[in-house]
């Protein structure tokens, strides 16, 4: 069925709407309903730190400085872990890229087990706020997130090239100053909030030898690649497209 108005008809069963879109055109009564269900697209997030689809925004990448996605941070309580790339310091099948993190997961679950990869298996499994494609980050989705929601006040790291990211919005092809980025105006995520990344080193997912994978430190912002044996903390995130 569908009701007339001037100038056209509202149906009165429109296509569902997904997490990210809704097509057709709905009453304000649907629309609300559908909101109090959960089912009704969230708008965009302008405010780093603000909830957002299960979790916290922290920030856009894309290609050229042109954005893509939205990227979501998962709360500290049931995304952060501290567990080991992997159970040796050997090669894994794909893997290699800098932005695409689901799809390093995907080929990091395929290629072992989570006791050969406990870090993307933590994240590939999570269930958040009803959302399942959470997943370990690339090196330059995870810097996007220190650059948003650095938790302290310490200097940065000015060198070798940490800050040079051509995936963030804007990209940025220099290295950071001891001031730039400065302490997140996010509150939660400063080192005395509740959503804090931890002073400590976090996994990427991007491989960066065969024997090593990249990591960051959120005390300072300096990427490196780390032997892949040992545990250091993960921070599970999903992306939302523009």
């Known amino acids: 069925m569908s009701q007339k108005y001037p100038g056209g008809f509202i149906t009165k069963s429109p296509v569902a709407p ?18 109090k269900q959960g089912n009704w697209p ?24 042109v954005a893509t996605h939205y990227l979501v941070v998962g709360p500290v ?16 099948i794909g893997a290699s890229s800098v932005i695409d993190g689901p799809q390093n997961t995907a080929d990091i679950v395929a290629d072992g087990n989570s006791t050969v990869y406990p ?14 494609d959470w997943y370990l980050p690339a090196k330059n989705e995870l810097e996007v997130c220190y650059y948003n929601l650095k938790p302290s006040t310490t200097s940065n790291l000015t060198s070798p090239a940490s800050g040079i990211n051509a995936n ?3 990209a940025r ?9 400065a ?15 931890a002073l400590d080193t976090y996994w990427s997912s991007t491989e960066n030898t ?16 780390a032997n892949k044996y040992p545990s250091y903390r993960v921070r599970a995130i999903r992306r939302v497209a523009v």
């Open 77 to 92: 309580a049931s995304a952060q872990s501290t567990l080991r790339y992997k159970n040796a310091n050997t090669d894994t």
């Open 173 to 181: 092809a220099s290295n950071y100053t001891s001031g730039d980025p």
């Open 18 to 35: 997904t997490s990210s879109a809704a097509s057709g055109m709905w009453t304000l009564d649907q629309a609300m309903q559908l909101q």
């Open 210 to 225: 065969a024997s090593t994978a990249f990591t960051q430190d959120f005390p300072n912002g300096f990427q490196f690649g």
């Open 42 to 65: 969230s708008p965009p997030p302008t405010v780093i730190g603000q909830a957002f689809g299960g979790g916290y925004y922290a920030g856009q990448i894309g290609v050229s400085g």
């Open 119 to 132: 870090a993307a298996h933590f994240c590939n499994n999570l269930v958040i706020g009803g959302f399942s």
């Open 168 to 170: 963030a919005v804007p």
């Open 183 to 197: 302490q997140t105006s996010a509150i939660d995520f400063r080192d005395t909030g509740a959503e804090d990344f």
